[in-house]
């Protein structure tokens, strides 16, 4: 073992929303999600386990990170300590090529590419779902991010234990849907409340908590069959739904990632809809939009969304593949 290990990932985006994580330890979610990894954002992580270093020391885009985002990082490397026996730090470096934590999946990505290198450059020689359980644990949409195409994580036990395991799968290969997703960016800057803090408000004091949980799972599965006959028109229904329904449970606790121009891109969407193009919107935690267009309409699309006030660059993505190291080691 080298003791460095370099590895990419792309942020996915959901389909089928997971909000909401179960009561107890271990980070799972209490919903079900579908996602589609997208090529064009990536994530590029560097690991080295070096015997020098007093602590572990992680870099953003090259800036030392705070406390909060170090934390996250050195719980997953303690994962990984433990299960290779290694004793020394690690010094981790990772660079996005799209603005990080503003609901652009920052944390898929990022996380997915640190369990991979990581476990890589301690000698683990982990399978991809091995590595998704380890990435779920730092963030549940992580797990997704190991796999390319189209991809499934199901809800997590009812009172899970650390002890448990839950690994994202993949469900339908990268060419399964000439599917473009339009990244109509808002902002260049930091969400105002984290997907982990958002969710916990939504789930203890939003009136439509139930609902949510109630509706996801059974959007889930019509999402799930629609994504099986390469229903892109019923794919985008779906997902339009799932991220309305997300939002409307997190605004009534008060958790509001929406800003002007994000009700503007969603009416742009709905504008573009009904003069015939295959259309739909989605939003994360953040504000950004992004509309999952027919591969023949992304041009028409794209041009009218840049036009949209408050839509500052709109970056074009498609399905891509799963995590891998830039050596050529791939993680399945
Ligand atoms: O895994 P987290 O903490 O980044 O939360 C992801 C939450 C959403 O992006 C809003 C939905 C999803 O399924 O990715």
Not at 173 to 198: D, F, I, N, Q, R
Not at 240 to 256: F, K
């Amino acid at each position: 073992m080298s003791g460095l290990a370099v590895a990419v990932a792309h942020p996915n985006i959901a389909l089928s929303k997971y909000w909401g994580k179960r009561v107890g330890s271990g980070n799972f979610p209490a919903v079900p999600s579908l996602s589609v990894t997208l090529s064009g954002l990536s994530t590029r992580t560097v690991v080295q386990f070096d015997q020098a270093l007093s602590a572990d020391h992680l870099e953003l885009s090259g800036r030392r990170a705070d406390e909060v985002a170090e934390g996250r990082a050195v719980a997953l490397l303690d994962r990984v300590r433990q299960a290779s026996g290694i004793a020394c730090f690690a010094r981790v470096e990772s660079v996005n090529d799209f603005p990080t934590a503003s609901g652009l999946a920052s944390s898929a990505s990022g996380f997915a590419a640190l369990a991979l290198a990581s476990a890589r450059a301690a000698g683990l020689d982990w399978d991809a779902a091995r590595l998704s359980d380890l990435a779920r644990r730092s963030s549940a949409s992580a797990a997704r991010s190991l796999f390319g195409g189209y991809v499934e994580l199901d809800a997590g036990p009812p009172s899970p234990t650390d002890a448990d395991t839950l690994q994202a799968r993949p469900l339908a290969p990268v060419h399964h849907m000439p599917l473009v997703v339009l990244v109509c960016v808002t902002t260049e800057g930091a969400k105002s409340v984290g997907s982990t803090e958002g969710m916990r408000a939504t789930l203890e004091t939003s009136p439509y908590a139930s609902a949510w949980l109630d509706f996801a799972p059974r959007l889930h599965a019509r999402l799930r069959a629609a994504v099986l006959s390469a229903d892109l028109p019923e794919v985008g229904r779906l997902a339009e739904s799932s991220a309305l329904a997300m939002h409307a449970s997190a605004i009534a606790a008060g958790v509001v990632y929406w800003t002007p121009p994000t009700l503007a891109a969603i009416a742009a969407v709905k504008a573009l809809r009904e003069s015939g193009l295959t259309a739909y919107a989605t939003v994360d935690a953040g504000p950004h939009v992004k509309v999952l267009v027919a591969r023949t309409d992304a041009d028409a699309v794209g041009d009218a969304m840049r036009r949209v006030p408050g839509v500052l660059r709109v970056i074009e993505a498609r399905p891509g593949a799963g995590a891998r190291c830039v050596d050529g080691g791939v993680a399945s």
